[in-house]
């Protein structure tokens, strides 16, 4: 399993380095700074750019050195506006935005007091217009898609591809302008993201699945939190719904930036709701928005990230006192757990789970619980010795057994049965398989990994590709190279569908398990299909 970074400097220079890679701005990350590590602007800016104070005072005296900044000085305007801080001026911020790359004003928290003016909400023509902050009407949204011209990608293969190039280039930055649209969104800007991301493929996937009514209602409920009603957070939630099973297809980098400016979204929306029930439902919404970007950084193979996020999960749903939620983020820690080293704090979170999801009354919870227990505990077998294995051995067989009994006990009704859509036979029986592989039974290994893939949809090419993976190992696991090899260039195919980069590490660690059969042609033949698809190969050539 990939290694945790062993400081929080390391952690940051590996997200840093992450979201670069993934085209993210300065001020994108230092936004997401901002909230995981609840720094203010002009220290998220830094250390955005991964720049000690030392740095930041040398590329300024650099630049102005009949000005020279200190050290001392800069950390003063850090902590403002704490008592220990002074308030920085605004040519120093004119000075540091130029060093950080953005804007002066994004260095500092602002209130925004527009709404006291007697002309908001009035929309008077301009020479050139509308009023660049004038509100945006579907209408508006209607004639430009309406006048657009259609262009859908191509076929098979490129069309995945195609729709993942569309949300990673357009839609983050579509559903990051709405989200913030309550901060005055320039609406000409606005109407450009849209018109180009309607150029670049069918429709934008957030505003296809709401009608005129509801984008209306969306708008102004974000404009002014305090009318958020039940509708509302029923849109917010669709929209989240949504994003979740684009991310079932495409992986998490195309859908990471509607997670984040979702969060945001609910975390404004909380400050306007006064009613306790609705209030509860937005702290499950919130709940659910931070599991689902810790479900996202943990397949990008941010661990630190996914830690952090399923801990605000955890809060907000204990706050909301929501059982269901409560199991469910703790039952996607525990896999974090797991998979990234720590197979014993993945059992405590296994236990936890399932200790709320009994206390909730949902079976399908129950049996959840058990299955990424079941994982735990057979993580933590692999690093026993002969003595304890046998009974961690028992444990997983149990666990494997109570998942079994908890599918069969779910009915339609189940209340925890829209949470883990997902999950149902086929994934518990591709579980069975991972457990078997590290018991090294890979005979049954490779029959319950083959009875799983039978069903698993194709909607779930990441689940597919695991199981492809489980049966690569399997055969390794019997020295049936050729087949393994077979295997591993079928999960590498769906790999450049879904480009988790959790499951690029996997395929990669998967071909460095037949290292010992480099010089063979089964593993070159393997080789060339890794490179052909982008992913790491090993060393099968001759020379």
């Given amino acids: 399993m990939p290694s945790r970074p062993r400081s929080l400097k390391q952690q940051m220079d590996a997200l840093t380095a992450q979201m670069r890679e993934r085209g993210a701005t300065w001020s994108q990350i230092a936004a997401d700074y901002q909230l995981r590590f609840t720094f203010n602007p002009l220290r998220g800016y830094r250390e955005a750019h991964r720049y000690t104070q030392s740095k930041v005072v040398q590329l300024w005296n650099l630049r102005w050195p009949d000005d020279a900044l200190s050290e001392r000085r800069l950390g003063a305007w850090e902590a403002w506006p704490s008592v220990t801080g002074n308030e920085p001026p605004l040519s120093g911020l004119e000075r540091l935005a130029r060093i950080y790359q953005c804007r002066a004003g994004d260095l500092v928290h602002g209130e ?61 930055y579509l559903v990051a302008a709405l989200t913030q649209w309550a901060d005055g969104m320039k609406r000409r800007d606005l109407l450009a993201v849209i018109a180009s991301a309607a150029a670049a493929a069918h429709a934008s996937p957030l505003l296809a699945h709401l009608d005129g009514d509801s984008l209306e209602r969306l708008a102004l409920v974000s404009r002014t939190p305090s009318r958020v009603d039940a509708e509302a957070v029923g849109h917010v939630e669709t929209i989240l719904r ?89 039952a996607q820690w525990s896999h974090l757990a797991t998979w990234s080293g720590d197979p014993r704090l993945g059992v405590e979170h296994a236990l936890g789970a399932l200790a709320w999801a009994q206390r909730g009354g949902s079976p399908i919870l129950i049996a959840y619980a058990n299955d990424v227990g079941a994982r735990a505990y057979a993580g933590v077998m692999r690093r026993e010795n002969a003595g304890n294995r046998a009974k961690d051995h028992a444990r997983c067989r149990t666990a494997l057994s109570a998942a079994r009994s908890g599918l069969d006990d779910s009915a339609e009704d189940d209340p925890g049965r829209s949470l883990t859509y997902f999950f149902g036979p086929a994934m518990l029986t591709l579980t069975r398989a991972l457990c078997h592989l590290d018991m090294r039974e890979p005979d049954s290994a490779i029959s319950c990994a083959r009875e799983a893939m039978t069903s698993i949809g194709t909607a779930f090419s990441r689940n597919l590709a695991f199981g492809h993976l489980y049966l690569g190992r399997a055969f390794a696991q019997k020295r049936e190279i050729g087949q393994a090899c077979t295997e591993l260039a079928r999960a590498a195919e769906l790999t450049g569908r879904n480009r988790s980069p959790r499951l690029v590490a996997a ?24 490179r052909s698809y982008g992913l790491p190969a090993g060393r099968s050539s001759s020379t």
């Fill in 242 to 330: 949504h994003a979740i099973r684009q991310e079932d297809i495409l992986g998490p980098q195309a859908v990471l930036e509607t997670a984040l400016a979702q969060y945001g979204l609910v975390r404004r929306l909380l400050t306007g709701v006064a009613n306790e029930d609705l209030r509860r439902r937005l702290m499950s919404l919130l709940a659910d928005t931070s599991r689902f970007i810790g479900w996202l950084l943990f397949n990008s193979g941010d661990f630190a990230g996914a830690e952090h996020y399923y801990g605000q999960a955890r809060r907000a749903a204990h706050e909301a006192d929501d059982d269901l939620m409560s199991s469910y983020v703790l």
């Fill in 507 to 530: 395929t990669a660690e998967a071909r460095q398990a037949l290292s010992p059969w480099n010089r063979t042609d089964p593993l070159v033949r393997l080789d060339e299909r890794l």
């Fill in 112 to 172: 925004d007091h527009g709404r006291d003016d007697d002309h908001t909400g009035r929309h008077p023509a301009a020479k050139d217009g509308p009023d660049p902050r004038s509100a945006l009407t579907v209408t508006d949204i209607s004639s430009f898609l309406g006048g657009l011209p259609t262009r859908s990608p191509g076929h098979g293969g490129d069309r995945v591809l195609a729709v993942a190039d569309l949300r990673e280039q357009e839609f983050g």
